[in-house]
């Protein structure tokens, strides 16, 4: 570990900076302004909302404002693992029936692809790699954790999006000593190299003329889109909420959101132990515990590797404490060593983390009050649905109504945490205890039972875990 550097936006954005150059800054907002709809925020979703309106409404003025730089939160420094919603479709069926939960899982297939498809077209090079998802199980407790999400696609008369393999078939693409009794494999995936997908993206918004002004930090945003800004007032016809984790900040959404934080290590080059395990297909891997582990290769050979047991909290996100965590990055190099034994004598190169914005049902939610619409609740799994997110966004701020705007996942039925300080002291108990319950099954121990009662809280209280 001697040589591991953690920073605040992690490898990725120095990969990209590095091999693209660095972007062309955006002046900071100078005095008031006006626009037809103002975007706030500018990681993925506020930039594909932007790029929509484009696209819908070449006309339309459109003003991007981001607080820091574009990509450089967690658009830019992500899994990059870019997934449909299939793996939620038990609770979009609980929540919505059938027919609904069918048409949103198909419009996020729709979005991986296109993710996919806008890269080509704009010759964006994000390391855009088709392949599937592959869930697995690192202890007997999680061995079948993924059958519910396979029944449900049976049941509805989608089989193939999500199938159960068996162990020789998860060994075959990666044979970690610590995988076992099978898997299920998501088929329609990609992985990316999220930085270079986050700055490409800036780029083409610019040449098609969204104007953009980084550092500068909305304060408040007034339901007629009015919008008081650390550079001046900004009047606009509607505005886009896209602000991830903060718009726990903003009036209206403090109760439909929760903050909590993911963790990345990633690797020197280790393409001999790519090979050795037979991980050369590209499979982006997650766990089945509550707070999983997620991993991937990456084009020149590395393997990251995440997890999303971080602390939690807004008062972390706006001190930074969610990001920078050296700590939980030994943690991490030790959680990967049981992974993969072979690593033992390599080099970790980087460390980093961000926030997530967990959604009570595990969903991202995306609506309106008057002239401002918000999307958050992306819950670790942004990627592909905030491409989406930026279709529904664009709609709404341009008032029109299609099947986009009717999917189920736009004005859901309502869904609240408790407030703060209970929000933050139950948050944080919970998260030990979940943490704890994860430990004991990694190691065959049954959880003590006050653990596993404050574990089992969430889906008590009728909020969606993974499982
Ligand atoms: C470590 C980590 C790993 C992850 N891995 C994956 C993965 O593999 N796959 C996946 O699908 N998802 C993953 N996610 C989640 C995914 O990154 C997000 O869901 C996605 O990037 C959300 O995009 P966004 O535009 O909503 O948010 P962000 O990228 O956070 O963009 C929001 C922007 O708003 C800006 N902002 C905040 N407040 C203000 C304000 N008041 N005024 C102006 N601007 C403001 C911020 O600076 C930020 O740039 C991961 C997240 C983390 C942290």
Redesign the pocket.
């Known amino acids: 570990m001697t040589n591991l550097r953690h920073t605040r936006t992690g490898w990725w954005l120095e990969e990209a900076v590095s091999a693209l150059g660095p972007p062309e800054p955006a002046p900071p907002l100078n005095g008031d302004a006006t626009a037809d709809v103002l975007v706030?925020?500018?990681?993925?979703?506020?930039m594909w909302t932007a790029w929509q309106l484009k696209r819908l409404e070449p006309g339309c003025d459109v003003l991007l404002?981001?607080?820091?730089l574009?990509g450089?939160?967690?658009?830019g420094?992500?899994?990059?693992?870019?997934?449909t919603l299939w793996d939620d479709l038990p609770t979009l069926r609980e929540r919505v029936g059938d027919e609904k939960a069918v048409e949103v899982c198909r419009a996020s297939e729709r979005a991986v692809r296109s993710i996919g498809s806008w890269c080509d077209e704009h010759g964006v090079d994000a390391w855009y790699t088709a392949a599937p998802t592959m869930v697995v199980a690192t202890s007997d407790a999680q061995v079948g954790a993924w059958n519910d999400v396979v029944e449900a696609c049976r049941e509805v008369g989608a089989a193939d999006e999500a199938t159960a393999i068996d162990e020789a078939e998860v060994h075959r693409r990666c044979a970690s000593p610590l995988f076992r009794g099978g898997g299920m494999l998501l088929p329609v995936a990609a992985n990316i190299q999220p930085a270079r997908l986050a700055l490409g993206l800036r780029r083409r918004l610019l040449e098609s003329g969204v104007r953009i002004h980084e550092h500068?930090?909305?304060?408040r945003l007034a339901r007629d889109a009015t919008a008081e800004t650390s550079g001046g007032t900004i009047r606009a016809g509607h505005a886009v909420l896209?602000?991830?984790a903060?718009a726990a900040g903003f009036p209206g959404h403090r109760l439909s959101l929760a903050v909590a934080?993911?963790?990345?290590v990633v690797t020197e080059p280790v393409p001999d132990v790519l090979e050795e395990l037979g991980w050369t297909g590209g499979e982006a891997v997650a766990d089945s515990r509550t707070m999983l582990h997620?991993l991937r290769t990456t084009r020149d050979g590395r393997i990251a590797f995440?997890w999303g047991g971080g602390t939690m909290g807004l008062g972390g996100l706006r001190l930074g404490r969610l990001e920078v965590d050296p700590p939980l990055a030994q943690l991490l190099r030790e959680h990967l060593l049981r992974f993969f034994p072979q690593l033992r004598d390599r080099t970790l190169t980087n460390a980093w983390?961000?926030?997530?914005?967990v959604s009570p049902t595990h969903l991202p939610i995306f609506g309106s009050r008057a002239a401002v619409h918000h999307?958050?609740g992306?819950t670790?799994?942004?990627?592909?649905p905030?491409h989406l997110g930026g279709e529904i966004l664009a709609r709404l701020a341009l008032d029109r109504r299609d099947e986009v705007t009717r999917l189920a996942i736009v004005e859901p039925e309502p869904k609240r945490f408790p407030p703060e300080p209970l929000r933050w002291v139950g948050g944080s108990v919970i998260r030990h205890a979940l943490v704890r319950r994860d430990e004991a099954e990694d190691e065959g121990r049954t959880v003590d039972p006050v653990t596993g009662l404050i574990a089992s809280l969430p889906r008590r209280l009728g909020l969606h875990l993974p499982r």
């Open positions: 706030v925020g500018g990681g993925y979703l506020g404002v981001e607080a820091e574009c450089h939160g967690p658009s420094r992500n899994g990059g693992f870019v997934s500068t930090r909305v304060r896209a602000v991830n903060a934080s993911s963790h990345i997620y995440g983390g961000g926030p997530i914005d999307g958050y992306f670790g799994n942004g990627v592909g905030s």
